[in-house]
């Protein structure tokens, strides 16, 4: 069955530094990922888009690669804020929409 | 960007009773609506898709006699839990497509239902 596994235990940076989120799936072969941002009681945001046949795309201080034949994306953040701090989603295409993962939750400390 | 608002925000109700929930596109026509749920540090599961002017499809295991899903015009969805029970108590969120080539979701804010 599919799968979508984004690591379950918070992620602890400090300020400055550059966070790095992993998204890995099986038995997919979405045609792009996508990573949204959701804070505490509140719908996702969408972030950035990236297609099968781009292997990295960046906005600003965001970075996303995307490894089909490892089946993972990497999205990292530089220079994290603590306004940084929320629950990064994946979430890979399907026929009409799209399917989540559990999301990882980003703690960053001054 | 396209805004979806999404009301109540939150709401308790005794268990037995119905409670509706309103999505609407404020700046765009949405003649496809996506509702989800979301229990504490679990994914969002989709429900059901919202189609305007016709019947909803609901995913499998969603009950459609007791999420009633209205999608009347292109920026209108409501969803409908009839008879609610504790069990049901979750965040529900629904989301919309600008237009049918737009890849990402916009989202509304969530509606927290707990149901006592």
């Known amino acids: 069955s599919q799968k979508i596994e984004q690591n379950s235990e918070a992620l602890n940076i400090q300020e400055g530094k550059t966070a790095t989120l992993t998204c890995n799936y099986t038995?997919?072969?979405?045609?792009?990922l996508q990573w949204y941002r959701q804070d505490p009681g509140r719908g996702p945001v969408f972030l950035l888009l990236?297609?099968?046949?781009?292997k990295e795309k960046r906005k600003e201080r965001l970075k996303v690669t995307f490894d089909t034949t490892l089946k993972q994306s990497l999205f990292h953040i530089t220079a994290s804020q603590p306004a940084d701090s929320a629950t990064y989603l994946c979430?890979?295409?399907?026929?009409?929409?799209?399917?989540f993962g559990k999301g990882t939750m980003l703690l960053v400390s001054p | 960007g396209a805004v979806v608002s999404q009301h109540p925000s939150w709401v308790i109700c005794k268990s037995g009773t119905s409670v509706k929930i309103e999505c609407r596109s404020l700046?765009?026509?949405?003649?496809?609506m996506f509702w989800y749920r979301q229990f504490p540090k679990q994914s969002l599961m989709l429900m059901a898709t919202?189609?305007?002017?016709?019947?909803?499809?609901?995913e499998q295991g969603v009950e459609k006699d007791k999420f009633l899903i209205n999608h009347a015009s292109l920026t209108l969805s409501t969803l409908t839990v009839t008879s609610a029970h504790p069990e049901d108590s979750s965040f529900y969120i629904c989301?919309?497509?600008?237009?049918?080539?737009?890849?990402?979701?916009?989202f509304g804010s969530g509606t927290q239902l707990s149901v006592l």
């Open positions: 979430a890979l295409s399907g026929y009409s929409t799209l399917t």
């Open positions: 700046d765009f026509q949405a003649t496809t």
């Open positions: 038995n997919y072969s979405p045609a792009y």
């Open positions: 989301s919309a497509r600008p237009t049918v080539w737009e890849e990402k979701l916009f």
């Open positions: 990236i297609r099968e046949n781009e």
């Open positions: 919202s189609n305007e002017g016709s019947k909803a499809t609901y």
